[in-house]
């Protein structure tokens, strides 16, 4: 556990915070705000002309002149000022430009130049937190992962938390508040803001804070919950509204209707046998979703000889329906009610339910077959299966599902509950009334703390023009986006890494967020400017520690708190599990609800969080942008996605733009078919069609939203698609063009060789059900003597394919740790992709009810490898430890080695992609990675680097080195571990254990490569009969 | 025969006497005159202007690309993963072909005492040349880093790195500067005799200047004609193994490697004949319309057109066969993903590329199974123009149509040319032209000393063994000396 220790170790100096830290930040940002300034750097011409070194300046430069020149403001004297300030700039410019980077006179404790340090800290997404470890190379932060230490995470990160690094160099971040008076935005500074704000709020805190209202995201940190608290002092009538487009609101109502009370379910996935999700996508978008991942993937490895079951039922494809032992894809109207059918079909089994059974709902003749198949599984796992329901059902199928649960006697094993500490509210319906506010003209004053709403808001709403309306709005956020251009203010956000603030986990977990570099554009958080509007001010710093201190147990808190940031969370935080009683009158209620919902015929549209952008606030991060949608495969855009039957009968293929209407909306938007999709369904991701995201994210794919209204908010029936013209290139890593027949066909056939399945009675009868297919294939025999390789260890990995749920967490690692560029849409479309690990992921079987398998492909590192004999200059050769190594230096890039790789893993450098960037941009480089030049070909090298440190280490300290202290990027960020990596001449070790596993194989095995990679093939535990789907 | 009147028909054959291969009331001087008139004379014709306009436009347009290639990146092109080689490496395989017809022609046919390759084995080697040179630049830029290309060469340096010698490629970078070196060499050597003719009739200083060291001295003495002939046919010995050296060595670019539709052993024999079907092809372009522009029917006749024909009939249904055999062994091999490869070659999305190819290569030369076809012109021409066509598309299926669906699924891509790329193409047509026009004007494009050779005032018709391109015939004494070493 290295990085365990390494984050412990920090513990002294992590504590120290701002003072350790801020210190390294001065050297980097020359104008954060701990810098003292120098003198001569100015911020007006006023402040300018009255330093009195500027008038010494004056005088000697124009003797007799310095009169006229530093007078107070006339025309004619500020033009003359200007014509001087020019002359100066002129002047200056001949001078030994002023050093701001310092060297240390003193090394700081701890501190080693260029030796990286990891610090524990978490980031808050959607009000939930998740523990991070960062690494930092003097004072930048280069790579996130996740914290082991944290529930929520468990080493692992997802990757919008790996993409912060980006997101905190991104040279479109707003640098400095901004004053639009008449939409022509002003540069103000902070001193401007404050001037402005101490005196106004101190009238609104004069009436009470009448007319006041804050909207703000979701957040589960306690500090903005105390400041809030105060600022209710200050401001008793001011309203406080949440707003998530993302709203996990139907899942909280749900539980009220059921328990009567606010509670939280936990579905404990690693007690579960059988998992019947209906529309859940546990695995892809939940608060939880790495601990889900890590204990899912527990259970489906056989090594005890038992797998659990997963059945989904969904409109859009999952991550967690494409790991699913049964899918049925159902559009959602089906959806809604499916969960009628399983109650039925449990009552047919003689599940005594806790509320009346509803007749036979129509949810078609699929979903009827999975209602049987998810009653039967649920019926013989009493206590050992789970029903879940996702956030887009109405808070009665909830209800329905904790009835169920309760009746299957699943509360308390596979599922528990704790309380719900934040019960507050964050759909629409609270916008909605604050829009309708700010109609009314009720509003005098709205701070909004971060969120997008003018861009993110239900369509119907208006809000963007409702927002016009108020005479002062404030908005705090990262970018100066379409919400800050309605704004008056506008006020750059201090990033996650740079501020202090705390978060609570999922399941109640506090953390300290603490900053790994000084702000670098002079932002603030939240808690910060919230603190200052409720009249108190004090820094992030104190305003953590204040809360920390009052809820500390201890006396000795300060302990406590270093204990706190050196582990990256508090101990013993967590929320108490409680059991809540059913109520059961209201759960028949809403059964009688749901059984009594109109059926809506037509199109229906569900509205998907999107892998890369999520709710669109990640638009401006190039690296998510680029990395593909698990699913899809599409970077770079949004499509409407159609199920492949529904796309033919609308006469629509791939890249059509088709005008998509509801309820008097329009949006056009190009198709997508995608295998898998519900029929009668278009699924809109969210969180594209950016208009002020900045250079990367602006213009980037559909806005989606323009079709969601508060009536259709989680899904819209009645669409009308009409065909236009005009068609639009989507860019894709895989399957670039539509297939041909022939080459379908060979998919097909090739597909079962490169991914090997079974289930797990095909295992159980034969563990070498794998390969077996080899013993019967092509055998080829080695031609001459082979190569023996001699070194102390022999790397390998192994991937286990029935652990990967395809997430594609890997690729942005592996992209962050090795400082592998992004090529932008035109150049994934002429397959031009950098990632030097991707996740193929290939269908099989039919279109409308596809299996899903996805296969992580890095270099295999051949010990026969092909792109080494064919390379004139030797630029890629092997090492005596079996890693096949590009050396860049020395390619000339005749590309040769590409052609003849079988695997197509490497990567060429069409451009000089580096060359781009800004100096801001280039502080997220890892220093342990070459940045490569154009015309040189790379590829994965197992993290070489990562190799070399832990074996001068193990040197170091006069020892071996352990199996497990070497981790890939990609390895250490996998939510399901399905990655190892280690040393095969240790026989001991889990990677050496892995490779004689009966079911690992090698990928192309019969082209005698002798791949270092080896895949342990995929198994799936479908219902024995397979009745049902 | 010689006094067969215009139009120039040599083509019947009479197997009881030679055909003339030098038509018209021709003796010596003619000759020499008619050869040498298109250097001496002041203007140009018109067509080389206005061809040399155009090619040295193109030309500019080459370096204009390669310019922004250099400054940019190969990205500037449409190549990507999978498909990393494509109109580069095409181009390069094509060029490398063309030029194997100066060769074979030169030297082969030479050894072969084939009498009819005088007229037209000069213009050919100029060719091998110039082709030679096109192709050489694709390798060398084709690269990611074209500053850094000499690190192929074999050079000492402080790295002390040899280049990596099981490279197919460093194989071709070997292949390729032997056969330019040898060609030029050839070509040269070939041409002294009459470059001391353009000496001597040359009025200029600068033209006596510059012929006369290009000529070396040549005096025409017995001596000179001695080591001259002796050095020619050395040359040839070795020109010879060359012709099927260097595309066999191209070849092996694609059959070492490990690629479906690349790893094959018919690719050797299979290029040698593509690049003689093409290299023929294009001597046959760029002769017919000089041989009607320079007014040269009477020493480029009809039967040299029907010749080279006959050659590339033969060749095309080689290539045919191999066509042919590539299916049978990836059907008849088993390999399911080769025989994947063939398919998609031939009904996949790039299918319309592979039936072209089939109908330039092998369907248009069938045309020459009628002695008609065989003996007009621009039938010729035409069918030289569609196995133009018809070979580039061979080397672009065999490369793009492999590479863009190779062992796995999910790599599979395709292959979109830029404008950079068909500039480039074009741009290599226009070096290659303007260096190939610059020769028809300033050196001499048919062997002088060679044609009257086998006119009948040569007296090489008398004796028995006497074949063309045998000057030692000239001279009775060495003659004899000569004729009992031969084999």
Redo the contacts between chains.
């Keep these: 556990m290295r990085r365990g220790r390494g984050v412990r170790e920090e513990r002294g100096s992590a504590g120290e915070g701002p003072a350790r830290q801020g210190g390294e930040a001065v050297a980097l940002s020359a104008h954060g705000p701990h810098t003292t300034e120098p003198a001569g750097y100015w911020r007006s011409l006023n402040e300018l002309a009255d330093t009195p070194a500027f008038r010494e300046f004056v005088a000697a430069e124009f003797p007799g002149l310095e009169e006229e020149l530093t007078r107070g403001a006339n025309r004619r004297s500020f033009l003359g000022l200007m014509a001087a300030s020019l002359a100066m700039a002129g002047l200056a410019s001949c001078r030994w430009p002023r050093e701001l980077i310092l060297p240390y006179a003193n090394r700081p404790e701890g501190t080693i130049p260029g030796v990286a340090d990891r610090f524990a800290t978490a980031m808050e997404l959607l009000g939930e937190g998740v523990g991070l470890v960062v690494t930092s190379v003097d004072g930048r932060p280069i790579k996130v992962d996740g914290n082991p230490l944290h529930v929520a995470s468990l080493g692992a990160a997802t990757s919008w938390a790996q993409a912060l690094v980006l997101e905190l160099y991104d040279p479109d971040r707003s640098t400095t508040p901004l004053r639009r008076d008449g939409g022509q935005a002003v540069a103000a500074n902070w001193d401007d803001f404050d001037a402005f704000a101490a005196p106004h709020f101190k009238r609104l805190a004069e009436s009470q804070g009448a007319g006041l209202a804050v909207l703000g995201e979701r957040t589960s940190s306690p500090t903005v919950a105390a400041v809030r608290q105060r600022f209710a002092q200050r401001f008793p009538r001011a309203s406080w509204t949440v707003w998530e487009p993302l709203s996990r609101d139907n899942e909280r109502l749900g539980a009220r209707v059921a328990f009567g009370q606010p509670v939280r379910a936990h579905p404990q996935l690693a007690r579960a046998d059988v998992i019947v999700s209906l529309d859940a996508d546990i695995l892809g978008f939940h608060p939880a979703a790495l601990a889900h991942a890590r204990a899912f993937a527990a259970r489906r490895r056989a090594e005890d000889r038992t797998m659990n079951r997963l059945l989904v039922a969904e409109s859009g494809l999952s991550l967690t329906g494409a790991a699913a032992d049964h899918r049925v894809a159902l559009p959602p109207r089906d959806l809604e009610r499916l969960v009628l059918a399983v109650a039925v079909e449990l009552a047919r089994r003689g599940v005594f339910l806790p509320f009346p059974v509803p007749g036979d709902p129509a949810v078609g003749e699929r979903g009827r077959r999975f209602a049987a198949l998810a009653a039967r599984e649920l019926a013989m796992a009493r206590g050992r299966g789970v029903l879940l329901a996702g956030p887009r059902l109405a808070p009665e199928v909830h209800a329905l599902v904790h009835a169920i649960n309760s009746a299957l006697g699943n509360i308390g094993t596979t599922v528990t509950f704790t309380a719900e500490p934040e019960e507050e509210r964050d759909g629409p319906e609270g916008l909605a009334r604050l829009a309708s506010e700010l109609a009314d003209g009720a509003v005098e004053t709205l701070v909004i703390l971060g969120g997008n709403p003018v861009y993110d808001a239900p369509a119907d709403l208006a809000f963007g023009e409702r927002l016009a309306r108020c005479p002062t709005t404030i908005h705090l956020s990262l970018y100066d986006d379409e919400t800050s251009a309605r704004c008056r203010w506008h006020l750059p956000r201090a990033h996650t890494l740079e501020s202090w603030g705390d978060v609570r986990a999922w399941d109640g977990t506090v953390s300290i967020v603490q900053p790994l570099i000084a702000p670098l554009y002079n932002g603030r958080t939240a808690a910060e400017l919230l603190a200052r509007l409720a009249g108190e001010g004090g820094s992030a710093h104190d305003l953590v520690r204040r809360t920390f201190q009052e809820g500390a147990t201890e006396r000795e808190w300060e302990g406590a708190w270093r204990r706190a940031l050196a582990d990256g969370f508090v101990a013993g935080t967590a929320l108490p599990t409680v059991r809540p009683a059913l109520d059961a009158g209201r759960v028949a209620d809403a059964v009688a609800a749901l059984a009594a919902s109109p059926v809506a015929g037509g199109l229906a549209a569900v509205f998907l969080p999107d892998a890369s952008v999520l709710d669109g606030r990640f638009a401006n991060n190039a690296w998510l942008q680029e990395v593909p949608d698990p699913i899809t495969k599409l970077t770079w855009d949004n499509a409407a996605l159609l199920a492949p039957a529904t796309a033919t009968r609308l006469g629509v293929r791939d890249g059509d733009v088709v005008r998509l209407s509801v309820a008097g909306r329009d949006l056009e938007v190009a198709v997508f078919a995608l295998p898998g999709m519900a029929e009668d369904t278009v699924g809109l991701p969210l969180g594209y069609g950016r208009r002020r995201a900045g250079k990367v994210g602006t213009g980037v794919g559909f806005d989606t939203y323009q079709l969601r209204t508060l009536a259709g908010f989680h899904t819209a029936s009645g669409v009308s698609v009409a065909k236009t013209r005009r068609r639009y290139p989507l860019a894709s890593t895989q399957d670039h063009h539509a297939i041909d027949t022939i080459g379908f066909a060979e998919r097909a056939r090739r597909l079962g060789e490169l991914v090997r399945e079974g289930t797990l009675a095909t295992y159980l009868a034969d563990e070498e059900f794998a390969r077996s297919r080899d013993e019967h294939g092509t055998k080829m025999l080695p031609l001459w003597q082979e190569v023996r390789l001699t070194g102390e260890h022999q790397w390998a990995m192994a991937i286990d394919l029935s652990a990967c749920i395809g997430c594609g967490a890997c690729q942005v690692a592996c992209q962050a740790e090795n400082n592998i560029p992004v090529v932008g849409k035109k150049q994934v479309a002429r397959g031009r992709e950098m990632h030097w690990i991707r996740v193929d992921r290939y269908f099989a079987g039919p279109p409308e009810d596809p299996r899903v398998v996805f296969q992580p492909v890095t270099c295999q590192h051949c010990e026969n490898a092909p792109c080494e004999s064919v390379c004139p200059v030797a630029a890629t050769v092997h090492s005596e430890e079996g890693l096949n190594q590009m050396v860049y230096n020395r390619c000339v890039g005749t590309r040769y080695c590409s052609n003849n790789c079988p695997f197509k893993v490497r990567r060429f450098n069409f451009f000089n992609y580096a060359k781009q960037l800004k100096p801001v941009e280039k502080m997220k480089f890892n220093p342990e990675v070459t940045v490569r030049g154009r015309g040189v070909m790379e590829k994965c090298t197992f993290c070489v680097q990562r190799i070399e440190a832990a074996r001068i280490a193990a040197r170091n300290e006069r020892r071996p080195l352990r199996d497990g202290e070497i981790v890939p990027a990609c390895a250490q960020t996998c939510p399901t571990q399905a990655i190892v990596f280690g040393d095969l001449n240790d026989p001991g070790s889990r990677v050496a254990a892995l490779h004689r596993h009966p079911r690992s194989y090698g990928m192309l095995e019969e082209l005698l490569l002798k791949p270092r990679n080896r895949y342990l093939a995929r198994l799936r535990n479908p219902a024995p009969e397979g009745e049902g789907a | 025969m010689s006094s067969v009147p215009f139009p120039l028909d040599n083509t019947a054959e009479d197997p009881r006497r030679r055909a003339p291969l030098v038509l018209g009331e021709q003796d010596f001087t003619t000759v020499t005159d008619t050869v040498c008139e298109i250097v001496e004379r002041r203007t140009p014709p018109r067509a080389w202007t206005v061809a040399i306009g155009v090619s040295a436009g193109l030309t500019l347009v080459l370096f204009a690309m390669l310019g922004y290639l250099f400054t940019?990146?190969?990205?500037v092109w449409?190549?990507?993963?999978?498909?990393?080689?494509a109109f580069d490496i095409t181009n390069f395989v094509f060029w490398v072909g063309i030029g194997h017809a100066g060769t074979l022609i030169s030297a082969i046919l030479f050894l072969f005492r084939q009498k009819w390759r005088t007229a037209i084995n000069r213009f050919a080697e100029g060719m091998t040349i110039f082709a030679v040179i096109c192709a050489g630049l694709f390798p060398l830029v084709?690269?990611?880093?074209?500053w850094?290309?000499y690190?192929?060469f074999p050079v000492p340096n402080q790295m002390q790195?040899?280049?990596?010698f099981?490279?197919?490629?460093?194989w071709d970078?070997f292949a390729v500067s032997t056969y330019f070196t040898v060609s030029l060499l050839f070509w040269y050597v070939g041409m002294i005799p009459d470059l001391a003719t353009l000496r001597d009739r040359a009025t200029g200083t600068v033209r006596q200047v510059v012929y006369g060291i290009l000529a070396l001295g040549w005096r025409g003495s017995g001596r000179h004609w001695h080591r001259f002939e002796k050095a020619y046919m050395l040359l040839a010995a070795l020109a010879t193994p060359l012709v099927l050296s260097v595309h066999s060595v191209v070849s092996f670019?694609f059959a070492?490697?490990?690629?479906p539709g690349w790893h094959t052993t018919i690719f050797p024999p299979y290029f040698v004949a593509g690049a003689i079907f093409g290299g023929f092809a294009m001597v046959l372009t760029l002769l017919i319309p000089v041989r009607a522009i320079l007014h040269l029917e009477h020493l480029i006749t009809l039967r040299h057109l029907e010749n080279m024909a006959k050659i590339v009939l033969a060749t095309g249904m080689m290539v045919g066969y191999a066509y042919a055999m590539e299916f049978f062994i990836a059907w008849y091999g088993?390999?399911?993903?080769e025989g994947?490869t063939f398919?998609?070659r031939a009904?996949?999305?790039y299918g319309w590329s592979y039936w072209l190819m089939v109908t330039c290569n092998v369907v248009a030369p069938q045309v020459f199974w009628f002695k008609r076809a065989r003996t007009t012109p621009w039938a010729i021409l035409v069918v030289a123009l569609l196995v133009n066509v018809g070979m580039w598309f061979e080397r672009f299926v065999i490369i793009v149509t492999s590479?863009a669906?190779?062992?796995?699924?999910?790599?599979?891509?395709?292959f979109?040319p830029t404008p950079v790329d068909l500039l480039t193409l074009a741009g290599s047509f226009g070096l290659f032209l303007t260096l190939f026009l610059l020769f028809l004007r300033f050196g001499p494009m048919i062997a002088m000393a060679e044609v009257k050779s086998v006119m009948p005032q040569g007296g090489l018709e008398l004796g028995p063994h006497r074949g063309h391109g045998q000057y030692w015939g000239e001279i009775p004494h060495q003659h004899e000396g000569q004729h009992e070493e031969e084999p």
């Design positions: 940019t990146g190969i990205g449409g190549n990507n993963i999978p498909v990393a080689w084709h690269v990611g880093r074209p850094l290309a690190w192929l790195m040899w280049p990596q099981r490279s197919p490629l460093l970078v670019d070492v490697s490990k690629l088993g390999n399911p993903v994947f398919l998609n009904f996949g999305p590479l669906r190779d062992f796995l699924p999910s790599s599979w891509g395709s979109v």
